[in-house]
């Protein structure tokens, strides 16, 4: 083979790619990724570095290269431009190709098998979401880790394949799968290797010990764990979807619904007598494609309300196998009819699942197009008004779940923004998410701050943040001002009038209080909402913990002890069912102990910003 010829075969895959996922390479932050981009923030020595690293976080996982030196590093090297890290992702899958492709030739030996594997499987619906959505980098990684470990162990690297497949616990918990590929590899083309392979279970089943330890395992919720016969269904389910992309096909296909179900059961059925036929004949890969796809999927089976499609990322992988392996007996047998059979089978697989997979890329840049528009806008904002509390309005549903409400104005030191009293009816509610009230300012604490001049009032049209304070404070209802407002910020001003006793005059922004302080808040607008209260307390003065009693309306709600570890803190109470719907409710913070500094002469407690009810 020329030269030429060699390099647009090993190109090709890469260029399929990168024309698949153009837009998904360029999609914005969202979702997740500005709490992963957050955990920078909170470093300031080796120590917490370290712990970043791996303390486990989300539900217990413990991924430290793909969750958190990856966010970490890019963040404090980059910030937030986005396209360092998707040439990352870019690099990475690019690297899973040519090794899926590299594999593939020397298990079938043929050029069109390994030719068409990478391409079916860069067409998969499952690699949608981890190459446009960043805080998914870990399929993506994790995918890396095992096609590498997979590589050295074919050409006889059993030491460096150990070493890889280790690390790969570092990228996701998937990898726990690796020791099934390994054993699979070897009932089939090297049974000589077998009991080699079979202590890397060991490893996997130290990791499985040490996951279930610090991992949370929920009772309920999408995360709760269903071992039933769902899983055979569950296991179909997934099947259909990577043969036909079955994921809201009406949301990103022409043709109805009804139509993958019907395209998945013929492939499946085609493929699975293509791999008895073959398999008849000496040929193994199809098996080994079932195989890849049925361990790597195993894992996630009983997480049957979590149905989702980048679960798909890596088990697709099989899938490639077995087309690539359809591929080279068609371009084998010499048969044109034969031939053509084949490419209609693979045309019938990426009629549904490439359309749907650039729709979703598509969808991802769109959408972090929206969220970038609002998160720089908010930035812009607190440029101009570094003193003031910023409102919004306009946010929709979308927008809110894809971007703020993992609080992304945090990154650049703004604290406070809210939606305008009312926002909160664009907004579809996931109970199961998070309460929509906190992120709402109260009528109250609105007027209080737009009419004193300390707040700037933006509303988000056609993707852009515009400035409304002056129109918004005319509008504004003049009964506003008499009300409580829900949250009290004790250091601005603009709250003088809501402060009982016990307070110190303001250090904006914050307020010291002494032994004990009062404040007047408005009461619950619901029987589930909480107070809280946001403070903080110098390390010097926390030798020994803390203690401060809660009260409201002088009954005692708790407790807090604040420790040298949550210097800065916040807590939540429950609250009386009676004070629902009260206009006003006096909450009282008693200190346990007072400090004297020798410089200063007062009698200080803790130090308080915000109070109120959400």
């Given amino acids: 083979m020329s030269r030429l010829k060699t390099g647009l075969f090993w190109a090709l895959p890469t260029l399929f790619f990168v024309w698949v996922y153009w837009y998904g390479l360029r999609a914005w932050f969202q979702q997740d990724d500005f709490a992963w981009l957050a955990q920078r923030n909170g470093i300031h020595n080796w120590h917490d570095f370290f712990e970043s690293l791996f303390v486990p976080r989300a539900q217990g996982t413990l991924r430290p290269w793909s969750e958190r030196l990856f966010f970490i590093v890019f963040f404090d090297r980059f910030g937030l431009d986005h396209r360092p890290y998707h040439l990352l992702v870019a690099f990475t899958q690019i690297a899973n190709l040519l090794l899926l492709q590299s594999i593939t030739l020397r298990l079938s030996g043929s050029r069109v098998a390994a030719l068409v594997a990478p391409i ?22 994790c995918a890396f880790f095992l096609l590498l470990a997979f590589w050295l162990l074919i050409r006889g690297h059993f030491v460096w394949q150990v070493v890889v497949f280790v690390l790969g616990f570092g990228a996701l918990e998937l990898n726990i799968i690796y020791p099934a590929l390994a054993a699979a590899w070897c009932l ?34 999408v995360y709760a764990q269903h071992w039933d016969l769902a899983v055979v269904s569950t296991y179909f389910r997934y099947w259909g979807t990577a043969l036909a992309a079955g994921v809201n096909p009406s949301k ?84 044109w009819l034969w031939r053509l059979g084949a490419v209609g089978v693979m045309g019938a697989h990426l009629t549904f699942a490439l359309p749907i997979n650039r729709q979703i890329t598509i969808w991802r840049y769109e959408r972090g197009h929206r969220v970038r528009a609002l998160v720089e806008g908010l930035e812009r904002a607190h440029e101009l008004h ?81 400035n409304i304070t002056r129109r918004y404070a005319r509008q504004m209802p003049p009964e506003w001002l008499a009300l409580r407002p829900k949250e009290v910020n004790v250091g601005l001003p603009d709250f003088q009038g809501d402060l009982g006793e016990g307070w110190y005059p303001s250090d904006f922004p914050w307020r010291w209080m002494g032994k004990s302080a009062e404040v007047r808040v408005a009461g619950p607008e619901r029987a589930s909402e909480k107070l809280y209260i946001a403070g903080y307390c110098p390390k010097e003065y926390l030798k020994t913990p803390l203690k401060l009693r809660v009260l409201v309306d002088g009954q005692p709600v708790g407790e807090a002890t ?21 206009p006003e409710m006096v909450v009282r913070i008693e200190s346990a102990r007072t400090v004297k500094p020798p410089d200063d002469g007062r009698e200080l407690g803790v130090v308080f910003g915000r109070i109120g009810t959400r």
Avoid: C
């Avoid at 060991?202 to 279930?212: R, T």
């Avoid at 139509?259 to 193994?284: H, Q």
């Avoid at 049957?304 to 980048?310: E, L, N």
């Avoid at 906190?438 to 993707?463: D, I």
């Fill in 188 to 221: 089939l083309y090297q049974r000589d290797r077998l009991k080699r392979t079979m202590w890397l279970f060991s490893v996997s089943a130290v990791y499985a010990l040490i996951h279930f330890k610090v991992a949370a395992n929920p009772k309920e919720g």
């Fill in 120 to 141: 079916i499987w860069a067409s998969n619906v499952g690699l949608a979401t981890p190459v446009s959505w960043l805080s998914s980098y870990n399929e993506v990684l």
């Fill in 386 to 466: 570094p003193d003031k509390v910023l409102f919004v309005q306009g946010v929709d549903s979308d927008l809110f779940w894809s971007g703020y409400y993992d609080q992304p104005y945090h990154l650049f030191g703004v604290s406070d923004v809210y939606i305008l009293p009312g926002g909160i009816q664009l907004i579809e509610a996931h109970p199961e998410l998070g309460d929509l009230t906190q992120f709402v300012a109260s009528p109250g604490f609105t007027a209080r701050v737009v009419s004193k001049g300390h707040g700037a009032v933006y509303s988000y049209e056609g993707n852009v943040l515009r």
């Fill in 562 to 582: 604040v420790t040298s570890a949550n210097d800065s803190f916040e807590y939540t109470f429950d609250l009386p069912a009676a004070l629902t719907g009260r």
């Fill in 252 to 335: 990103f296909h022409r043709l109805p619904e009804s139509f993958w179900t019907v395209n998945a059961w013929i492939l499946a059925a085609i493929l699975t007598v293509f791999g008895i036929w073959v398999w008849r004949r000496g040929e193994k890969l199809p098996a080994l494609g079932f195989l890849w796809f049925s361990a790597s999927i195993a894992p996630v089976l009983s997480l049957r309300d979590h149905f989702t499609d980048y679960y798909l990322a890596i088990p697709s992988i099989g899938l490639a196998l077995i087309f690539g392996s359809l591929a080279q007996s068609a371009w084998q047998s010499n048969r």
